[in-house]
């Protein structure tokens, strides 16, 4: 059965564009607009603050929203993914006369899976003033009208609009309160967010920006609410990230708020003004402008630092934060996950060349002692807990740098990957007695195996992690999307949880002795053994010069395939000195060989794929695939096309597997035929934010992910690990609607 849950951050995207398209034709079936209308989410109506207008003059008018239950739309900054109220106004004013825009209330937060949007629920009312021409003749009534366009959203988002018009008196003296919303405009007005007459400040501390806010309204403001329920709305959605928390500190004259730095301070943008609002508890709201620079006097000091992004329980999907309680629960249900994801990675095809090192050394375990054994386990263990520990730290210290990463991210370098190929080749060529290093398991020196065997256990554990990690398999997904969005010390615990799930089997077969006896007596046969078990390290070289070839394209391969040729001469000449052929000179060459590896898989590793290359059509398990994009799929999904997407990666095993198998019978292929299917392929095997953002909509952080769209339906996901059924199924219930 395939897991269905509905999508996040595509959705907007499509849904946005598909209404651009569709609007032309609702609009030609339309009623002659009126001040009221209902659409399938919302009742919207066109109101004025007065009864009148008068020439030369500013009125008031609000569109004014009752959003259905559990429904929201969007402030004028939506955060991480949404679209803001517009207002079309072509054609729909008398001459002379201008609108402007909308005075917007302050939001509310609602958290969607990793995504911190700014909303409203229940009902919302949003002011603009309209100036009037001082030609504007009294007595006679002008008709003003315009087209709204609203995203309105719970589990699923749909573009809504409505073209309201509204006849408008002009008189030459005050005219009275509007009876139904002249009280409401008026209040809004009063409530909305105005310029706090402060001094603002801001600048960068490392991760984090400082905004310092002293005197006028903020002064009086912090003193009437305190800072337990500060937060800054910025009106930029790149200056800070959204979903992080904020911290803010009292001062005597103000207060000092700690945000995480966003897209423009990461990437080196110049943001020369910090500009939004800041809400202390709904009813103290007030606008910033800040400039670059230090810390302003008084601003903080009285208090602790309070972590302000816990909802006040007044926003429609839950605040950013949590109790302790909940906190702990998160944490403990994604590190059990997590552990069984590892302990099944066991079983997945990343780690089947790396089953050979292990096989090699369950098989010498009736020649160790029991003290012996247990001390390789634990050091296996230490070597994969070592390696995902560093792999955790790299992510927190991207995370920090504002990159966007995923699981599997280290093999997108074409570097990395060329080293990983370089060490797959010299383990098999290893294993295949060119050279020995550490164990040899025809026996040698006890000392010396003893000493190799811990180094060896050790080794063996890191190279499981490199190549296990770009396997996301069952009960991964949601504990390593979970742990990428979390403070650090969740994602270590996250990322140790798996260490732990993959070493398990081993640790248990080195402590439990009764396992070891079940094992063959060792003999001649270990040797042959240990030569087979080459072939497939030489296979998994292979298949990384494929990933880096698809990196870095074939310009890249000379480079790699020399620094391989260097490095086996090395690795030879280091076992003619081990079978006593002129050591001394021989280590000589063989490190000169080595060190000369590292300059050519450099060289290679620089090469970079050309970006017509990476956007052009492509041929997948038999079917001629395009690019995905979220506006290919907005397309398709309007002329009622079936869209299967997939996101993959040249360095993903399980995706490899996937395409080879499930996805390349004859059954799916009649399935696509059949129904018209469209094949979208998002490849990750390079950087690609886009790709990045999409997979966190959907809760993961890497690959395999697939998705099928339905006409105006949001995407089913499938499982991990395909099989023909499921695709098929899938694809005809989306051309079914």
């Known amino acids: 059965m395939a897991y269905r849950r509905p999508g996040q951050s595509l959705r907007f995207g499509l849904m946005a564009l598909a209404a651009v398209w569709l609007a032309p034709l609702a609009?030609?079936?339309?009623?002659?607009?009126?001040?009221?209308?209902?659409?399938?989410?919302?009742?919207?109506?066109?109101?004025?603050?007065?009864?009148?207008?008068?020439?030369?003059?500013?009125?008031?008018?609000?569109?004014?929203?009752?959003?259905?239950?559990?429904?929201?739309?969007?402030?004028?900054?939506?955060?991480?993914?949404?679209?803001?109220?517009?207002?079309?106004?072509?054609?729909?004013?008398?001459?002379?006369?201008?609108?402007?825009?909308?005075?917007?209330?302050?939001?509310?937060?609602?958290?969607t899976g990793?995504?911190?949007?700014?909303?409203?629920?229940?009902?919302?009312?949003?002011?603009?003033?309209?100036?009037?021409?001082?030609s504007a003749v009294a007595g006679q009534t002008a008709t003003l009208t315009a087209t709204f366009n609203l995203l309105?959203?719970?589990?699923?988002?749909?573009?809504?609009?409505?073209?309201?018009?509204?006849?408008?008196?002009?008189?030459?003296?005050?005219?009275?309160?509007?009876?139904?919303?002249?009280?409401?405009?008026?209040?809004?007005?009063?409530?909305?967010?105005?310029?706090?007459?402060?001094?603002?400040?801001?600048?960068?501390?490392?991760?984090?920006?400082?905004?310092?806010?002293?005197?006028?309204?903020?002064?009086?403001?912090?003193?009437?609410?305190?800072?337990?329920?500060?937060?800054?709305?910025?009106?930029?959605?790149?200056?800070?990230?959204?979903?992080?928390?904020?911290?803010?500190?009292?001062?005597?004259?103000?207060?000092?708020?700690?945000?995480?730095?966003?897209?423009?301070?990461?990437?080196?943008?110049?943001?020369?003004?910090?500009?939004?609002?800041?809400?202390?508890?709904?009813?103290?709201?007030?606008?910033?402008?800040?400039?670059?620079?230090?810390?302003?006097?008084?601003a903080a000091g009285v208090g602790p630092e309070l972590a302000t992004t816990v909802d006040d329980g007044k926003g429609p999907a839950?605040?950013?934060?949590?109790?302790?309680?909940?906190?702990?629960?998160?944490?403990?249900?994604?590190?059990?996950?997590?552990?069984?994801?590892?302990?099944?990675?066991?079983?997945?095809?990343?780690?089947?060349?790396?089953?050979?090192?292990?096989?090699?050394?369950?098989?010498?375990?009736?020649q160790l002692s029991h003290g012996q054994a247990r001390m390789e386990g634990l050091l296996y263990l230490a070597g994969v807990l070592a390696t995902f520990l560093l792999l955790a730290g790299a992510v927190i210290a991207a995370r920090a740098a504002g990159q966007s990463v995923g699981w599997g991210f280290q093999l997108q370098s074409p570097g990395v990957v060329a080293a990983l190929a370089l060490v797959m080749l010299a383990v098999a060529l290893n294993l295949s007695g060119v050279f020995e290093i550490g164990l040899s398991l025809q026996g040698l020196g006890s000392g010396l195996a003893q000493h190799g065997g811990a180094v060896g256990a050790f080794f063996t554990g890191v190279l499981a992690v490199a190549v296990a990690a770009p396997c996301l398999g069952p009960f991964l997904g949601a504990s390593v999307g979970w742990a990428f969005t979390q403070p650090p010390a969740a994602t270590l615990a996250v990322f140790a949880a798996i260490g732990l799930g993959l070493a398990s089997p081993f640790v248990a077969i080195a402590f439990v002795?009764?396992?070891?006896?079940?094992?063959?007596?060792?003999?001649?046969?270990?040797?042959?053994?240990?030569?087979?078990?080459?072939?497939p390290m030489y296979g998994a070289a292979a298949w990384l010069a494929w990933v880096f070839a698809r990196e870095t394209g074939v310009d890249g391969l000379p480079f790699l395939f020399a620094a391989a040729i260097v490095l086996s001469l090395s690795v030879w000449l280091w076992g003619a000195s081990q079978r006593g052929v002129a050591p001394a000179l021989m280590r000589v060459f063989a490190i000169l060989a080595l060190i000369a590896t590292g300059p050519l898989a450099f060289a290679g590793s620089q090469m970079t794929l050309p970006a017509e290359a990476s956007n052009a059509p492509s041929t997948t398990a038999g079917f001629v695939t395009e690019p995905w994009s979220p506006e290919r799929v907005a397309a398709l999904q309007v002329e009622g096309r079936p869209v299967f997407v997939d996101f993959t990666a040249a360095w993903c095993v399980t995706c490899q597997v996937n395409e080879r198998t499930a996805l390349a019978t004859d059954s799916v292929k009649a399935a696509f035929a059949r129904d018209r299917a469209v094949y979208l392929k998002a490849d990750w095997t390079n950087r690609n934010p886009e790709i990045a953002k999409a997979l966190a909509a959907q809760g993961r952080s890497g690959v395999p992910l697939y998705l099928v769209y339905g006409k105006g339906a949001q995407p089913v996901v499938l499982p991990q690990l395909l099989s023909e059924g499921i695709v098929v199924e899938d694809l005809d219930n989306a051309a079914r609607g």
């Not at 559990?70 to 517009?86: K, L, Q």
């Not at 605040?319 to 066991?346: K, M």
């Open 27 to 111: 609009a030609s079936a339309a009623p002659a607009p009126g001040p009221t209308a209902k659409t399938a989410h919302l009742e919207l109506e066109l109101a004025a603050e007065a009864t009148a207008a008068q020439p030369g003059g500013t009125v008031y008018l609000a569109l004014h929203q009752k959003i259905a239950k559990g429904w929201h739309t969007y402030w004028r900054n939506p955060g991480d993914a949404g679209e803001a109220t517009t207002a079309d106004w072509k054609k729909g004013l008398p001459p002379g006369w201008k609108a402007g825009e909308f005075v917007w209330p302050t939001p509310e937060r609602a958290m």
């Open 114 to 134: 990793p995504l911190m949007n700014y909303v409203y629920s229940d009902e919302v009312t949003l002011p603009f003033p309209v100036e009037v021409p001082a």
């Open 152 to 298: 309105v959203c719970k589990d699923v988002c749909v573009p809504e609009d409505a073209t309201l018009s509204i006849k408008l008196p002009v008189s030459a003296g005050s005219a009275a309160p509007d009876p139904r919303y002249g009280k409401l405009i008026a209040a809004t007005l009063a409530a909305a967010p105005k310029p706090a007459g402060a001094k603002a400040t801001f600048w960068r501390e490392g991760a984090v920006l400082k905004l310092s806010i002293a005197g006028g309204a903020a002064r009086t403001a912090v003193k009437a609410a305190g800072v337990a329920h500060a937060y800054f709305y910025p009106f930029s959605g790149t200056v800070i990230d959204h979903a992080k928390p904020q911290k803010a500190r009292a001062g005597k004259e103000g207060l000092t708020l700690t945000l995480p730095a966003g897209y423009d301070f990461t990437h080196g943008k110049a943001v020369n003004e910090l500009s939004g609002v800041i809400s202390l508890d709904r009813t103290h709201s007030f606008e910033i402008k800040a400039m670059p620079g230090t810390a302003l006097a008084d």
């Open 318 to 366: 839950g605040g950013a934060g949590g109790g302790t309680g909940s906190d702990l629960a998160a944490l403990l249900s994604a590190a059990g996950s997590a552990f069984l994801g590892g302990l099944i990675l066991n079983l997945m095809p990343c780690v089947f060349p790396v089953l050979a090192i292990k096989a090699a050394a369950l098989a010498r375990h009736n």
């Open 513 to 535: 002795p009764a396992v070891a006896r079940l094992l063959p007596k060792p003999g001649a046969w270990m040797d042959g053994l240990k030569k087979a078990l080459a072939f």
